[in-house]
């Protein structure tokens, strides 16, 4: 069973400037979560889709961030512009339960984000 | 807000000995409560989850316990080896229908030889 696939795996840009992120999922999770992880913290949550509905998207700073879910498959996750404290990992993960936490979490690699 | 402590940002053990790992939680017990491993450049891979009606699981070498009078979560690897080195992430569930999880920040554990 292929994994999560992120892409691209290593990102450079200056401030100010755009950048996507693009997600692939585990053949039928309907749920998909992009997470912000800041060295040496745990990833944080930024929204939560549901098939392709967003579902939860209170700590996604929406002045600056957007996501999509097409077809309820891939999603891609936007920032612009950028700030240099947007530096991070960004992990998405998907589940195979629709609501609720009884159900373990599947990362992809991430997307490392340098903002200069 | 919920607030989640990791004993230690690092935990050294021989290999062949057991390694236990705290999670403490603030404020209201979390439905469930999930464990994950995370390596150097990958994403965080599940481990375990226990539920909040449950005491104890295990998962071969690993087992977790869940204490919610004490609002504590240990994680024992058993049998340690260095293939075990990680960085060991717990999150935890309110029990919404959102699932959403709240990580904490991980213990880097490493088991030498």
């Known amino acids: 069973e292929a994994g999560v696939a992120q892409s691209p795996r290593y990102k450079i840009i200056e401030k100010r400037q755009s950048v996507a992120f693009w997600c692939n999922p585990i053949?039928?999770?309907?749920?998909l979560y992009w997470y912000q992880q800041i060295l040496g913290q745990g990833p944080k949550l930024l929204i939560q889709f549901q098939n392709n509905g967003v579902v939860d998207d209170s700590q996604l700073p929406k002045d600056r961030f957007s996501a999509e879910r097409l077809k309820g498959v891939d999603s891609t996750l936007k920032i612009q512009p950028a700030k240099l404290e947007d530096s991070a990992v960004y992990l998405c993960?998907?589940?195979?339960?629709?609501?609720?936490?009884?159900?373990?979490?599947?990362f992809g690699a991430g997307t490392r984000l340098s903002v200069l | 807000s919920q607030k989640i402590e990791q004993n230690s940002e690092a935990l050294n053990i021989q290999e062949g000995k057991t390694a236990t790992l705290t999670c403490n939680y603030t404020?209201?017990?979390?439905?469930?409560l999930q464990w994950y491993r995370q390596d150097p450049g990958r994403g965080p891979v599940f481990l375990l989850l226990i539920r909040e009606n449950e005491k104890e699981k295990r998962k071969e070498r690993l087992k977790v316990t869940f204490d919610t009078t004490l609002k504590q979560s240990l994680f024992h690897i058993t049998a340690s080896q260095p293939a075990d080195s990680a960085t060991y992430l717990c999150?935890?569930?309110?029990?919404?229908?959102?699932?959403?999880?709240?990580f904490g920040r991980g213990t880097q554990l490493t088991v030498w030889p």
């Open positions: 053949s039928g999770h309907a749920t």
């Open positions: 993960a998907s589940s195979l339960g629709n609501t609720g936490g009884e159900f373990g979490k599947y």
């Open positions: 404020n209201y017990s979390p439905a469930y």
């Open positions: 999150a935890l569930d309110m029990g919404s229908t959102l699932g959403r999880l709240y």
